[in-house]
Each structure stands twice: as structure tokens, then as C-alpha cells.
């Protein structure tokens, strides 16, 4: 297992720059004063859910950050056998396999991972007008099949397609916590969302291991617990829709707290000269043609991640109206025309920028 011990800057591999500066004078004198060993950053990387997953423990010594990264990785492998659309034994793949045959003739109980990923799923999708929908399976098995052979779905393969998709098909219990999925050859995905929980749950489970706090660093979806000791928040830097490469110059302070980023920077299939998303719009039935992307911070990692989704459906004066009426959330949505890069910020996006020491 690769163990670094970082002394101040965090380089992410992926979306983002980490900056944490030196604790200030007064902390560092306090901190001298108390008899157990401060607790350091310690950084591990494992290819976890279809890339490197990244994970800082803070602890006061490497046996125990090593402990909770433990806890943490065996967190991850838990969630995706419970919500990855690529295992064929997930709980989630299985779930929508029951309606090869038809629509479900009963409801069935599932997980509380599961069940919490597709509430706040059938959530985002009322508030967003079904821009956001985790039945868009079949649409996105098009999607991969178009990257395949790099060629359009026809018109008469969506329309064939159509009938399986729509999240008022899903019925949910909220007092037993069952699914009955209504319609034929259902394919729930929940990767729209399903990042920004893992990124959550990672760190709380790296907690309940022993870190003093840990940062869990998805690829595009970062979660935090509280600041590094002596420190105000967690810095992490936005990166560039235009030129992935690049940074924007932002960086958000975050708390307890997630940012996600989403958008058609890495994943997208060109046809006949066209860029197609990796984002679905459920309308059309395939990827998004507009140049859009966003970086959404939220209390939680399910929402911010489920808002970078939907955001970009919805298309920038929508998307930061949906951001601006979720409590707690701010982001910023950027669009590119041409040469043209227009930014929009949420309301509350200046509250979360930071200029790191
Ligand atoms: P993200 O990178 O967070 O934007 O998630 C993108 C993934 O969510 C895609 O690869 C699909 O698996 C899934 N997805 C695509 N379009 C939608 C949509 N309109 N609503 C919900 N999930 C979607
Ligand atoms: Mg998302």
C-alpha cells in the first residue's frame, strides 16, 4: 500500500489541487504543550470503482492511519457490491434484473445503502423535473454501446427504449424500505450520485476506525470531516472545464462537507463530429451536445453529486436556480461556445471561495 506522509500541500492525481497550509504560530505553540503526538497527514491510493481512489488520514502515527484506510477501502468494496452498475452480482443490478420479465408484481426490501442512494435519487429527480433520473439505465447502455461502435442509436432503438426509463416507475416505502420497479427491463444507475456517497462514507467510516479527520477523493467528488488539526477548513482548488490540465484559480473552504465536479471534460464520444456526454438528457435519450460542466459543494456528497448531474441537464439558468433552492448548496456551472466560456455562480458560491495562504 503507497504511504506518504505530506508535510502542508496535498497534489490530487485527478480533478483537484488539496492546499493545507502550516498550522498558525498560536496552535503549533499549544500543540507543544500537550504530551501526545499530533496527528499528520498520511495518504493512501488504491483503483477502486474504475479509478484510483484517493484517502488523507490524519492520525498520530502511521499504525493507526493505516487502520482506518483499512476500514475505509473495505468501506468502498462493501458500497460498490451494493450500487455498482458494472457487477453483475451488485444488489442494484440484481434489483432491476427482476423486471427482465415485466414490471414487478412486489415490492421488495432492500439495503440501507441502497435504499438511502435511491431516496435522495427519486428526490433530486422531483426537484429537477426528471433532468436527474437513476432509471436512465437504459439510455446510458446506448450511450456505451454508441462508444463502442461509434454510431447514434437509431430513432425506432430510443423510442423501443423509452417505455423503461422514468423515475416515477420506481415506488418507494419510506417505513418499510422497499422498490417496486413498474416497468419492463428497468436498469436503476446510480452513478450520477453514488461517488459523492461513497466519498461520504468513507471518511465517516475512516472515523469511526480512529482518524483524528480524513478527506476521501472520489476522482470528481471530494468529501471532508473537520479541518486538519490547527487548521480552518480544508482548501481544494476547482479545475478548469475548457482545459482539464488547468485550474481555474477558485478554491472552495470545506467543513464536514463534499464538492463534486461533473461535466464533458473526460467522458464523451464524438460522432460525425459531434461530442455526445456522458450525461444523458432523459428526454432525447442521448448524451448531452452542449459543452457544460459544474462544481457543486453541499452538506453531503449524495446531493452535491446528484446536483453536478443535473445541473448540466437542466443547462446553466435552471441549474443554479436548482442549486440556489437547495439548502446548503452553492456552485458554479460553466458553458462553452465556440471559443465563448460564460461562468454562472449560485448564490451562496462566494460564501464557500477561499484564497489559500
Ligand atoms: P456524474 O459524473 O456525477 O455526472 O454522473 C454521470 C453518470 O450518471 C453517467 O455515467 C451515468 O451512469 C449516469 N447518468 C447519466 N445521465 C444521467 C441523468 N440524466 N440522471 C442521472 N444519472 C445519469
Ligand atoms: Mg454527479
Redesign the pocket.
Known sequence: MPVTRLAGVFVATAAFVIGCSEPAAANRAAAAQVTTAPATPFEFVREKMGGPFRIVIYATDREAAERAGEAAFARIDQLDAILS?YRSDSEIVKLSQRTAAGPMTEPVAVSDDLWRVLAR?QAI?EQSGG????T??P??RL?RRSRELHELPTRERIEATRPSVGYQHVRLDPHKHTVQLLAPRMRL?????A??YVADQVVAAALAAGAVTALADAG??ISVGDPPPGEDHWTVAIQSLKNPEEMTGQYVKLRRACV?S??DTR?FVEIDGRRYS?????KTGV?LTRRIGATVVCPDGMTA??L???V??LGAERGIELIDKTPGAAGRITTIDGEKVTVYESKRFRDVLVNPK
Do not use: K, M, Q
Open positions: 452498475d435519487g429527480a433532468a436527474f433520473d437513476v436512465v439505465g439510455f446510458v450511450w444507475d446510480v452513478a450520477g450520485l461517488s459523492g470528481g467528488e463534486t461533473s461535466g467522458r456522458h450525461i444523458i438528457d432523459p448524451g453529486d446528484a453536478d448531474t443535473a448540466c441537464v
